[in-house]
């Protein structure tokens, strides 16, 4: 309904970056500026390995992103496999905003930045060099499930598998948001660095427009988060507002699109994580996941200062 912000994000560090897509909204800002803000935390965060500076790095060493956006009007921009810039989003919405096209990939990507006033940065830190050091030892790239304990008392070897279920050690990942603003308009953001380790060229969900991110400003909107592969295969955002059109909740529309992938491939979705979050025009939220961990950030005026983090139902 016109006139209640409401921002919702995935994972528990959806709660520093609601706070700053807060600060657009509570003025009657617009959506698309609340979201950029506010995606922009933890692209920055040294201390979040799965999204923008230090992110881990793909299993040459190269940290590569993947991010996009999409506005009330159905503008979308994306980048993806964009290497040495922190702020993906704000590269992805240049793309929306001063060139023809949606997607820009690698090196043009990078081109187009650095012609936009980006500077060239290097967004491996040590921390995240050492992690893959570690990983090139085994060079294991496999899903290891209920590693929780290993992971929780610090001797976490398997930390460095990148199909690890979220919500084990890292209990954070890609950041996906979705916001309504005080005019009543919806838009999204999705950024990641992708999955850890993985082949040098490998793009996700996150950049892709109705697989990581989809808004239909009559209707709503909604994000995902997990392996992306799965949800590129069932275009997993599109259907969860196509789903919500057809009159679903927004929860039993994540429910039905996480069925999906079940259906579509029963074992592998045992060993995975997929997550979906979505947001209605009416200013209601739900989220659904393949597995238990998936958690996702509520922030509307009430509780800009203490906000709701919701266990995503699986
Ligand atoms: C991807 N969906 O690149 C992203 C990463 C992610 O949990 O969210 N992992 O596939």
Redesign the pocket.
Known sequence: TAGKPIVVS?WDFGVAANKAAWEVLKDGGRALDAVEAGVKVPEADPNNH?VGYSGYPDRDGRVTL?ACIMDELGNCGAVAALEHVTHAISVARLVMEKTPHVMLVGDGALQFALANGFQKENLLTPEAEKAWKEWLKKSEYKPIMNIENQSYDGKGATAFNPLML?GNVYNH??I?MVALDAQGNLSGACT?S??AF?LHG?????PIIGA?LYVDNEIGAAT??????E?IKIVGSHLVVELMRQGYPPEAACKEAVNRIVKRSPQKAKEI?VGFLALNKKGQHGAYCLQKGFSYAVCTGSTAEKQTLINGKH
């Open positions: 995935t799965t993947d979220p990942d890609t996906g990641t992708g999955m993985k490998r793009v996700g969900d996150s990581g995902s988060t997990g392996v992306g592969e949800v994580q």
